[in-house]
Every structure is written in structure tokens, then in C-alpha cells.
T-cell receptor, first 118, second 113 residues
Framework: GAVVSQHPSRVICKSGTSVKIECRSL??????MFWYRQFPKQSLMLMAT?????????EQGVEKDKFLINHASLTLSTLTVTSAHPEDSSFYIC??????????????FGPGTRLTVL | SQELEQSPQSLIVQEGKNLTINCTSS?????LYWYKQKYGEGLIFLMM?????EEKSHEKITAKLDEKKQQSSLHITASQPSHAGIYLC?????????????FGKGTHLIIQP
């Protein structure tokens, strides 16, 4: 199946700093990528949809100025957590949509990034 | 908004036994995805169902979508330690996969030797 990578896998930062997380589709092109957040023992919550060449679409309640998304190419999307605070500590997972037929495409997920804000 | 309810929340099964996990949607499903997750890791794609009554199998795992497209089940035959993990069902949006998925809370599967 298609492979999606994330970097870094773990990051610890001080409160107030910014952290960038990369999501790459390794063997396919993805015009659409998605960013999810997962708190301990909870399910994944969609944060935003990253579109190559256009602005990201954010879910209700997600601050676009805090979570900056850039879909620089067909294989790379980045999520930057700006002015991180301890409550931003979470597991961030991206997915990339492999486009085959529009009605049957599949989302493949990266391995996730564990962010800890001290 | 669409909600997915998974049952059971957790399941302990003796190795070699069969098991079933259910996923029920509050709305019609236009694409139902099953993923497996090890704690603290990414999601592994298992199967995707779209049509009412559809059934797919991969190795010892079979997933079904009911005719009304509001419920799906995941069945594992002769469970093995490698099946342990968190199983998540995710629902796509009407019109295809251009939108992100809504997930259930997951079923935590433990396989006892």
C-alpha cells in the first residue's frame, strides 16, 4: 500500500516556541492531505484539510492562526504549531489521499508525531 | 454531524478464538474505513466499504457493511497475537473522499495466549 511518513516522530519543546511537523507521501502524489489530533485514549479528531496550491480548510474550533498549514507540493504538507502551550501536547497524525477513482480513494496515515510542550 | 459508535470498547480474546467488532453510524455511510492502530503509532489501513451489503476479506479479517449502510462489522477468525491493537472505524463524507474522516472511539483488542 501507499506510504506516508511524518517527521519528527517525537518533539519536546518549551512553552511559547513553534514546532513544525512534516507529512510526506512517499510513493504517490496527494493533492489533499489531512491533519488529525489524538489525545490519550481518545479517537482521532480532524483538525484541517490541506490542499495543494490553496489555503487549508479548518474544522470548527481549530485556530488557523495557531495551527499553520502549508501544502508546498504534491508530496509534502507541513503543520506548524505556533506559540505552543502545554495544552497543545498531543499526538498529531496526518493522512494523504491516494486518488484513484474519486469515489473509491483511500486515506493512508502517517506514523504520527508525539508533541510534548513543557 | 455524523457520529460513529463502536462496540465493544475493549475486548479480551483467547488466541485462536473468533471475534467481532461493530461500528454503528448515526447517518448513512458513504464510505466506511477500518484501520488498526498500535498505541502511540499511526493507522494501518485494513479495508474500505462503500456499497450496501458489501463484504471484503483480507487474510483472517472480514468486514461487512449492512444493506442500509448504517452499520459495519469487522470479524477476525482464529485470532493471533498480531491482531492485538486498537481498531478504528472511520466514515467518509457523501460524494467521495475529498473530506477528512470521522472516527469512532475505537475498540481495544487484547489477545491472550
Amino acid at each position: 500500500g501507499a506510504v506516508v511518513s511524518q517527521h519528527p516522530s517525537r518533539v519536546i519543546c518549551k512553552s511559547g516556541t513553534s514546532v513544525k511537523i512534516e507529512c510526506r507521501s512517499l510513493d504517490f502524489q496527494a493533492t489533499t492531505m489531512f491533519w488529525y489530533r489524538q489525545f490519550p485514549k481518545q479517537s482521532l479528531m480532524l483538525m484541517a484539510t490541506s490542499n495543494e496550491g490553496s489555503k487549508a480548510t479548518y474544522e470548527q474550533g481549530v485556530e488557523k492562526d495557531k495551527f499553520l498549514i502549508n501544502h508546498a507540493s504534491l508530496t509534502l504538507s507541513t503543520l506548524t504549531v505556533t506559540s505552543a502551550h502545554p495544552e497543545d501536547s498531543s499526538f498529531y497524525i496526518c493522512s494523504a489521499r491516494e486518488e484513484t477513482d474519486y469515489s473509491t480513494d483511500t486515506q493512508y496515515f502517517g506514523p504520527g508525531t508525539r508533541l510534548t510542550v513543557l | 454531524s455524523q457520529e460513529l459508535e463502536q462496540s465493544p470498547q475493549s475486548l479480551i480474546v483467547q488466541e485462536g478464538k473468533n471475534l467481532t467488532i461493530n461500528c454503528t453510524s448515526s447517518k448513512t455511510l458513504y464510505g466506511l474505513y477500518w484501520y488498526k492502530q498500535k498505541y502511540g503509532e499511526g493507522l494501518i489501513f485494513l479495508m474500505m466499504l462503500q456499497k450496501g451489503g458489501e463484504e471484503k476479506s483480507h487474510e483472517k479479517i472480514t468486514a461487512k457493511l449492512d444493506e442500509k449502510k448504517q452499520q459495519s462489522s469487522l470479524h477476525i477468525t482464529a485470532s493471533q497475537p498480531s491482531h492485538a491493537g486498537i481498531y478504528l472505524c472511520g466514515a467518509g463524507q457523501e460524494g467521495g473522499g475529498a473530506d477528512g474522516l470521522t472516527f469512532g472511539k475505537g475498540t481495544h483488542l487484547i489477545i491472550q495466549p
